[in-house]
């Protein structure tokens, strides 16, 4: 019933993390009732998104320029390298403002039961990285979860020579103990902090 440009618009919505089905028709059809200036400016910056970034050389962050404007900036401390899985962490840490160092992104996470080994990351470059000799400390941020902590358990094993830490886990600022989960409520006990006396 519905035309075949509108019925791909939405199978190809539908495929889009947390797009279902329903929400696909409704974005489809908004775009066929907007103003043509207000559509085709999303299929612009789609196309854009994957016509002009790539991969840092560096870090392997996505970016327009190479190196990114992180690794180019003098300023950042050249001795830590914060490891993430995507380009969409290095954003979230970023806003925080407080991290001045180097990033790598492996562009993925450790994954057997989707296909994904350590073949499949960038691993490569972050060893060539620790093996210029500048680094002294990667910190390794990986996601909370069974895949994060084998990528960050494979990182461990593999980086020598170098410190290795871990972002640290717990109860987030502003919740109550009632709603964490066990799992949670275990880290932030093993994660303690000692309170020193003035």
Same mark, same amino acid.
């Given at each position: 019933m519905n035309p075949e440009p509108l019925r791909r618009l939405i199978v190809e919505l539908s495929k889009l993390p947390g797009i279902g089905e329903r929400t696909a028709e409704r974005l489809a059809f908004h775009m066929l009732s907007a103003p043509r200036a207000e559509a085709l400016p999303l299929a612009d910056a789609i196309r854009d998104l =994957? &016509?002009? +970034?790539r991969a840092c050389s560096q870090c392997t962050l996505a970016t327009e320029s190479d190196p990114c404007a992180l690794c180019a900036d003098p300023r950042r401390d050249r001795s830590c390298v914060l490891v993430v899985e995507q380009s969409r962490d290095v954003w979230a840490i970023e806003k925080t403002g407080t991290y001045r160092g180097l990033y790598h992104v492996l562009q993925g996470r450790l994954s057997p039961l !989707?296909? *994904?080994g350590p073949e499949d990351l960038t691993l490569r470059k972050l060893t !060539? #990285? #620790?093996n210029g000799g500048a *680094?002294? &400390?990667v910190i390794l941020a990986t996601n909370p979860n069974a895949e994060g902590d084998a990528t960050c358990f494979y +990182? =461990? =094993?593999r980086l020598t020579g170098v410190r290795v830490t871990r972002l640290a886990r717990g109860l987030p600022a502003g919740s109550t103990l009632e709603y964490a989960s066990r799992s949670v409520l275990a880290e932030a006990i093993q994660e303690r902090r000692s309170l020193e006396h003035d």
């Open positions: =994957k &016509e002009k +970034l !989707d296909g *994904v !060539d #990285i #620790i *680094v002294r &400390e +990182l =461990k =094993k």
